[in-house]
T-cell receptor, first 116, second 113 residues
Framework: GAGVSQSPRYKVTKRGQDVALRCDPI?????LYWYRQALGQGPEFLTY????????KSGLPNDRFSAERPEGSISTLTIQRTEQRDSAMYRC??????????????FGPGTRLTVL | RKEVEQDPGPFNVPEGATVAFNCTYS??????FFWYRQDCRKEPKLLMS???SGNEDGRFTAQLNRASQYISLLIRDSKLSDSATYLC??????????????FGAGTRLAVHP
């Protein structure tokens, strides 16, 4: 079956532009997570959705970052007025539920964002 | 101090060797623990969960020491295909009861012929 998909896979933008990154989770997965991964580091939590509700956005670096999941399926991470320090791999993950602490999270291939 | 700390390596070992990775975590309330594997330029994938009693999956053995806040992964009879980055992952269940995963920076393993 299809895994988590993300688009675009690569995004190059100029400083000051807005970008929107899309995540399509595994069908039927209730929980959706956004992470950011810098080179040589592990993924860093950004935000989490349970169905369409954003349950935790404590990892979003500042108010230029926002995310939504209006119908409880596809999610969009938006970065406004991008800065060079926003350059990273942005990864989405989904899991069947969040009921158990051992539910596996399945990661997408990521969007490599480069801000010039 | 980072919430999850790992030796970055790299560990360079010959095929057939046994190699062990260690990880420490700072949040004593953490309830669930994992090892994820990440191949170069790929997404992380769950290798195994780590349970209090320790668990084994083929050549892989994971151990948890709650008192020392320490997690380990042992790989026996290393294969070339084991070359990857191994990420130690902790779920600090105190933060709402959902799976907010905290990742270490990863330990690189290179297995050579």
């Amino acid at each position: 079956g299809a895994g988590v998909s993300q688009s675009p896979r690569y995004k190059v933008t100029k400083r000051g532009q807005d970008v929107a990154l899309r995540c399509d989770p595994i069908s039927g997965h209730v929980s959706l997570y956004w992470y950011r991964q810098a080179l040589g580091q592990g993924p860093e939590f950004l935000t989490y959705f349970n169905y369409e509700a954003q349950q935790d956005k404590s990892g979003l670096p500042n108010d230029r970052f926002s995310a939504e999941r209006p119908e409880g399926s596809i999610s969009t991470l938006t970065i406004q007025r991008t800065e060079q320090r926003d350059s990273a791999m942005y990864r989405c993950a989904s899991s069947h539920t969040s009921e158990s602490s051992y539910n596996e999270q399945f990661f997408g291939p990521g969007t490599r964002l480069t801000v010039l | 101090r980072k919430e999850v700390e790992q030796d970055p390596g790299p560990f360079n070992v010959p095929e057939g060797a046994t190699v062990a990775f260690n990880c420490t975590y700072s949040n004593s309330a953490s309830q669930s623990f994992f090892w994820y594997r990440q191949d170069c330029r790929k997404e992380p994938k769950l290798l195994m969960s780590v349970y209090s009693s320790g668990n084994e999956d083929g050549r892989f053995t994971a151990q948890l020491n709650r008192a020392s806040q320490y997690i380990s992964l042992l790989i026996r009879d290393s294969k070339l295909s084991d070359s990857a980055t191994y990420l130690c992952v902790v779920n600090p269940l105190g933060s709402g009861g959902y799976n907010k995963l905290i990742f270490g920076a990863g330990t690189r393993l290179a297995v050579h012929p």
